[in-house]
C-alpha cells in the first residue's frame, strides 16, 4: 500500500451513481522514509472520514473495492486508514500530532 | 483514479462484439495540482457520455468493469466522472466553465 | 487501453495447455498521438485476428480474460480491436489505408 | 513477486475493521541480483510473521488477498515468504545466517 | 505477457502453505526486439517446468492464478509458456537450441 497526504478534493455532478455521497480525495504519495511528496498525485476514493492534511494508507487497484462500502463501485484507489506513526530502521518518521 | 482531458477518439470496425457502440476515447492524463498535461495518454472506455475537452476522472485496471454498462467488457480503463471542479491546499485548480 | 502495432509472433510448444492453438503476437505500443512507438513492446494474445503491421488496441491485466475465447487464460494482455481510425485534437493522426 | 527487507512498521488506529491485528510493514525492494536498495519503498501487509530485518518475498495486485487470512482485505501488497536463499547464475547472492 | 530468462531461484523454508513444492525462479526481462536485458528483475512462480537459461514468457498480475495449479496462490507472476522461437519484423531474433 501507499502512504500519502491528503490535500484537495475533486467535484463532480456527472458520474456514475454509485459514486454519489462518495468523498473523492486529491492525494500525494509520500515517501515512507523521509516524507517528501514523490511525483504521484491522484483522486482516491475516501474510505476512512479522512480530511486535508491527514496522512494516510492508501490501496491501489480492485482490492480498492475490499473498502469499507465500496463493493463493486469503479473506482481503484481507496484510502483504508489514517496512519498514527511510521517508524522506520528504528527511528519515528512520522507521528500524528494531537489536534 | 486518473484526471484527464478527452482529447479525440477512436474507431474500429473489427473488434470484440461486446465493444459494438461502446465510445472510446482519447484521454491524456493530467496532473492534479498543475492541470499540465503528463506523458499518459490511452483509449478510455466511456461509461459517462463525456466528449471532447471535457475533463474527466478514469479509473484503472479490472475495476472499469463496474461502470456503467461495462461488466464482462475486455477494457481496463473507464471514465465514470465528468469533473466539476477540482480545488489542492484550498485553492481552485480547476472549475468547469458554463457552455 | 494501449494502442500499438503487431510487429511479429511468438512460437512455444511447451506452455500452458490453454494457450494451445492461441496466436501469441510481438506488439509494440505507439503514441496515440505521434503514432511513434514508445519503449514498450509485449506479448500480447490475439483476440481479433489481427496480423503483422495491423494497429490494434489491447487490453492490459485481468481484464483480459474478457476477450472473446480467453476466459480462465493465463494471460495478461489482449488484442480486442483493429483500429480503423484514430482522431485527436480534430486532426485524423491514423487512417487505415485499403488493402 | 518481488524481493525486500523489511525496515518498518505503520501503526494506524482509525482504519477499515478488518485491518485490525494486522502488522503494516515497510518494506524497501531490493535487486535480487545485486541487492541493492531500489527506490520503491511501501507498506505491505504481513502475512508470514516477518520482522523488522527479514529478506522477504511479497506478492503485489489482488493476488495478495490469496495469503494466509487476508481474504476480502483493502490490501495490494502481502509478505508470503521469509527467504533462506536466492541463487543468480549459479551464485549464492543471498544467505540467511543463522540467529 | 513478458519475455524473460530463468537466471536464477530463490528458496523459502518459511510460507504460505500454498506455496510449497512451488518452484520460484529469478526471471530477467528481454526485450522482445534485441533480446538485451531490461531492468526487471523478479520472482516468477514456474508453472511450466522451466530450467535456468530457459527463454520463457510470463503472466503478470491476477491472471496467473489460471496458470497450471496455481488457483487461489498467492502469486502475482508466473511462467506460462518455455519459447521456441521470436520473429520480429520478418527476422528471427530468437530460435531455440537444440540440447
Same mark, same amino acid.
Given at each position: 500500500? /501507499?502512504i500519502?497526504?491528503?490535500? *484537495? &478534493?475533486?467535484?463532480?455532478? &456527472? !458520474? ?7 468523498? /473523492?480525495?486529491v492525494?500525494? @504519495? /509520500?515517501?515512507?522514509? &523521509?516524507? @517528501?511528496?514523490?511525483?504521484? $498525485? ?8 479522512? *480530511? #486535508? ?15 469499507d *462500502?465500496?463493493?463493486?463501485?469503479? $473506482?481503484?484507489?481507496a +484510502?483504508v486508514? $489514517?496512519?498514527?506513526? +511510521?517508524?522506520?530502521?528504528? #527511528?519515528?518518521?512520522? @507521528?500524528?500530532r494531537? !489536534?
Amino acid at each position: 500500500m /501507499l502512504i500519502g497526504r491528503v490535500r *484537495g &478534493t475533486v467535484v463532480s455532478s &456527472t !458520474k456514475h451513481p454509485s459514486l454519489n455521497g462518495l468523498k /473523492l480525495l486529491v492525494v500525494q @504519495e /509520500l515517501d515512507p522514509e &523521509t516524507f @517528501e511528496y514523490s511525483n504521484e $498525485i491522484n483522486v482516491v476514493a475516501d474510505a476512512s472520514a479522512a *480530511g #486535508e492534511g491527514d496522512v494516510v494508507m492508501y490501496c491501489r487497484g480492485s482490492s480498492a473495492k475490499y473498502a469499507d *462500502g465500496l463493493g463493486g463501485f469503479p $473506482i481503484d484507489e481507496a +484510502v483504508v486508514a $489514517i496512519l498514527d506513526s +511510521v517508524c522506520v530502521d528504528d #527511528e519515528m518518521v512520522y @507521528e500524528k500530532r494531537d !489536534k
